[in-house]
Structure formats: structure tokens, C-alpha cells
């Protein structure tokens, strides 16, 4: 039985304990799901691991595809500088799986290192490295206390819910349901039963009312633990999810207050920064990472999108490209590069990303819309109706895909339908929604003709802080009304507000570099 845990690779130097790569004693950025990865590949010496032993050996028990595990290798050769075309560590091997290129060579002791073949399957990655909650744990730290039951499904539950796929996140809800029937007052399955519950809405376009259970278990558990900081991080994703931005910064504020570590929360409240506007602030929260910031899920397409509204559209660019490339199951990814593409004028870049984003199973009412819109641009009318037509079948109850499919029918909405609408809208509190909710109802005055008031509703989106000024002059939405000079007004205004902290950021000490 081999003892080492530590091992070369070439010129890499691998201690599967402290879960460590180096290259000339510099450590390079490998870990979680690429560390893992790589000890399997290890534990296999030069045989070809196929796909179904990599799912098995790294992925369990969650369940993945044959993409996920080729986009994962693609991470792993990017940290360690690996070429696929000309690969020095990592091998791919065409329609079987993966190998590495050497044999390991196992360091016996500090001064001793011999070459060996490694005939185990995990033995010393896994003492090093096992699954537990949302990650890995580390087994030389291991409790001689067995975890109870309690524990166990909160620990599988937890990671369940971090992969961050519809059938995953349902199995995490079954795992904490059946927690609570074993502790019915366990607050940490209480929480991640509510973000559970939040995130069928936001991310897999469940109907409405599961926010507002959120919300409630949420809220229960703030109230009598006010300082509980993961409560206010769940109460905020529940308010977050059902649109109300206002309670949803505040909720996270106090989430922050109470635990800085928190960047989880740091990041969303980053994102509803961004959307109130601040993007200079934004931005600025989204590289203030207490920890790993490669961890927070859908940070690097917030930063993209914070950088390409400042104007530097180079540098977000790269990392929209480089996210919808290695993060297909990512669904904001894939609606970010495409949209990206769309605003640089690239139209049919735009509809060779979008075509290949649909196909990556993460549907979006985002993707549709922006499927109408492409079809618009192209003069197709009728294929722009189907694509609302379907974001409306995504998610029936959400407000602008009926409004979209309603304007391009070919039946143009009645005037009792569009005052319904609008009144709907205006009885909303303002301060609740995002700033770009306001822009359907630009969009259903426009339609009524009430074109003074469409106009005085795109100046308060921007008075209360809109910033998307390339999705104005762009989307064929609101090509109509682009001639209003008070249309103009609202570009200038946003022009202006941007300029200055764009001009804020270049003069940050925390700028990011390649600006």
C-alpha cells in the first residue's frame, strides 16, 4: 500500500492533502472540482479513465454529463497551462475518456522519489480529499464521532444543492424535507430548504408561490435569530427571486453586516447593485472576495457584465467568452455571451452563440427574448412571435414574455387589454422592482400611444438607475421610439452617469488590471 501523498507530474509537484499543485514552488489555481479531477487521473497512472469512471470516481453522487466532465478538463489543462492540441499532462482519448501523458512518480520521503505505477483507484486521493456538504472534506481531519443522520443529509443535501442543475436542486429539497422530519427544528435544513425553494423560481422557472415560501421559513427563523446572517441571506434571495429589489439589498446588507466573510451574499449584492445602477460599486463588491472567488457561482459573468457596461468591452469580453465556453450548464452564461454579441452590432455571432446556448438544456425566458429580438432584427416576425410564445410557456406567470407575445401577435392587443396591463404595472410599489421592469411598461404605453408618458417612464427607469444603454440602441424593442428626443435625453443621461464612474474605476487602487 502506498503511504505518499505527495507525487510529480513533469515539472508539477502534487501534495494530495493540503490539496496542493506547484510548479517551480509556485501554486497554481487548481481546485475543488479540477483537484479532484486531477487525483483520479493520478490514482490511474497512464490508463485511459472513461467517462463513466471519471462521473463515478469525481461527480458522485450527483449526476452529470459527458460535457461536464470535458469542460471540467478544460479548467483543469487552463490552470496548469496545458495545451489540448499538444497536451504535456492531460490526454484525451477520442470517444473512450482521458489519461495523463507520464507516469506519476509517487515521493516516497523528502529526498527519496521513485517512479511507480499507481495501481489504486482513489485510496490516497480520496483519504485526502471526500465529498461532504457542498465540497470535498478533508478525511486526516476526520471526526471519531460518525456524523448522525441529521448531519449526513444536510451534508449530501448541501452539495446536492450547489451543483446548480433542476434535478440536483431536487434532490437536495427531497434531502432537507427528509432532514426536518428527523429534526423538525433544525434551522440550517430550514435554510437551505428556503434557498432551495427560492431557487426553483429563479433559476428553474417554478411558479411564484415557492418564493413566497421562501420567504416565509426565511422570516420565521430572522425573527426569533436576528443575528443569524445565513437567515438574511436566505430572506434575500427569496425577496430577490420574486422581484423586489429593494428589501432584497437590504436583506443582504444586513447578511454582509453580520458575517463579511459571507461572499456568497457579497456577490449577490453585487449583482443588485449593478441593477440599481451603481456599477462602479458592483464591481468593486465583486472583486472584494473574502475567499475563493472562482467559488461564487455566476461571479464571473456579473464582473463581465459590470466591465462591458463601463465601456471596457475588450477585458469583459474575455471573460463572457471564456464562461460560456468552460460553464455550459450555466444558464446566465449563455445568455450573457450572445447578448454581449448582440449589442457589439455581431448579429449573426449573436445567433451561432444562441443557437448553441439552446442547446445546453438550461432553458431561460433570457434566452427566448433574446431569440425574438435576433428574429426581429432579421425581419422574421413569425419567428419572433414563437420565441415569446415560448418564453411565455416557460414561465406563464411572469409579466413581459405575455407582453412581448401579446405586442408582435399578429392581432394586435386590444385598448382594454393594454390599460389592464398598464394600470397592473403603475400599481406596483416603485421602489420594490428592478429599474428595468419599468421598461415594459414603456413598451405597453408605446403600444397604447400614450408616447409622453412611455417617455416619462424611460426617464424614471433611468433616474432610478438603469444603465443598460447599448440594450436602448440595440434591441429592435425600442426602435420605434429611438427619434423621441427625450428618448436621446435618457441615453445622454446614462451616457453621463457611466463616464463618471468609469473615470472612478480608473482611479481605483483596487482596478482590475488589463483595463
Known sequence: MHTSQRYRLLDLSIDLVRQRVERDGLPLDVQGLSFRLLACLLAHGTDVVSFDALIEEVWSPAVVGEETVTQRVKLLRQSLGDDGRQPRYIRSVRGRGYRLCELPLAIADASTARRRKLPWLLAAAVAAAALAG???????????????????????????AGIGQRDNNERAIGLYEQALRLSPGDTAAKLGLSRAYSARVCLYNFPYEWTQRAQAVAESIARTDAGNANAWSALAYAYDCRGRIGPAIAAYERAVALNARDDNSRASLAYLYQE????????HANLSMHGDGSKVRFREVQIAAELDL?????????????????????????????????????FAEAQAALDRALTRNTPHVGLYVL?????????????????????VALRPQMSLPQTLAALHAD????????????????ALPPSDGYPSDRLELMLLQWARGQHTQAMDTLTAAVRAGYA????????????????????????????????AQRAQVQAADWRPTGL
Open 468 to 499: 443598460d444603454r447599448a440594450y436602448l440602441q440595440t434591441s429592435p424593442l425600442f426602435h420605434p421610439m429611438a427619434n423621441e428626443p427625450a428618448f436621446a435625453a435618457a441615453i445622454d443621461a446614462i451616457s453621463q452617469r457611466l463616464a
Open 310 to 346: 463601463l465601456g471596457f468591452h475588450d477585458a469583459a469580453e474575455q471573460r463572457f467568452r471564456r464562461s460560456f465556453e468552460l460553464a455550459p450548464d450555466n444558464v446566465f452564461s449563455n445568455i450573457a455571451w450572445p447578448r454581449h454579441l448582440l449589442l457589439q452590432g455581431r
Open 134 to 160: 457542498g465540497g470535498w472534506y478533508a478525511l486526516r481531519h476526520r471526526s471519531p464521532i460518525p456524523p448522525s443522520p441529521e448531519q449526513e443529509l444536510l451534508q449530501r443535501a448541501a452539495y446536492y
Open 411 to 426: 392581432t394586435p392587443p386590444s385598448a382594454a387589454w393594454l390599460d389592464r396591463r398598464i394600470a397592473a404595472m403603475q
Open 371 to 391: 431569440q425574438g429580438e435576433l428574429a426581429l432584427l432579421g425581419g422574421d416576425r413569425v419567428a419572433a412571435k414563437a420565441a415569446f410564445d415560448a418564453a
Open 276 to 283: 440599481q445602477g451603481r456599477i462602479a460599486d458592483a464591481l
